[in-house]
């Protein structure tokens, strides 16, 4: 076996993990998810049905990433942030999978402990969500998102700072343009 799994977490049939991918405590992976190379999953994380996880993810402790969601290459989930799959949840008369939205959060997106991502929306390249904030729209690449309901208040570089004016990373060098309102590196 090429990753790890700590002894205390299930791992459903069907399931495909990555070589280098890490499995902590008490975690859950369901029936038919895949996992990338080099991820790591914290404590007391469940992978729902399905659920396409790329390579070099990080999800901290607490989070479940719902059947419906997508994660693709270097993607940062904080600890205890939600993902949801359903607008329009009933105990008494649930939708199953044919009913579920689906979310997507693109490459290098990272987002803060305890936000909240509504289904049915996509979290840009880059794009970073603020911890706390509530995402229930499309998020531009690179867009810095904060607030309840969450709300663009900057850009940030592909290395995490926020970006200031003159669009040129302090912290890295990078340098960007914008270009009908999407952040586009020089």
């Known amino acids: 076996m090429s990753y790890y799994v700590h002894e205390s977490s299930y791992i459903d049939k069907d399931v495909k993990i990555g070589a280098g991918t890490k499995i902590w405590h008490f975690c859950h992976v369901q029936e038919g998810a895949g996992i990338g190379e080099n991820c790591s999953l914290g404590q007391n994380v469940n992978i729902g049905s399905r659920v396409k996880i790329g390579n070099g993810v990080k999800?901290?402790?607490?989070?479940?990433?719902?059947?419906?969601v997508e994660l693709e290459d270097y993607v940062f989930c904080g600890p205890s942030m939600v993902f949801t799959n359903d607008l329009t949840p009933r105990s008494k008369y649930p939708k199953g999978p044919g009913g579920f939205k689906k979310t997507l959060v693109s490459y290098g997106a990272s987002i803060g402990a305890n936000a909240t991502i509504v289904c049915g929306n996509t979290i840009g390249r880059w794009a970073m969500i603020a911890s706390g904030a509530v995402v229930t729209k499309d998020v531009k690449d690179y867009a810095l998102m904060a607030g309840v309901p969450a709300k663009q208040i900057g850009w940030v570089c592909e290395c995490g700072t926020p970006l200031k004016e003159g669009l040129s990373c302090e912290a890295c060098g990078r340098a960007y343009r914008l270009e009908n309102d999407q952040l586009i590196e020089k």
């Not at 999800?59 to 419906?68: A, H």
């Open 59 to 68: 999800i901290q402790n607490n989070v479940s990433v719902y059947e419906g």
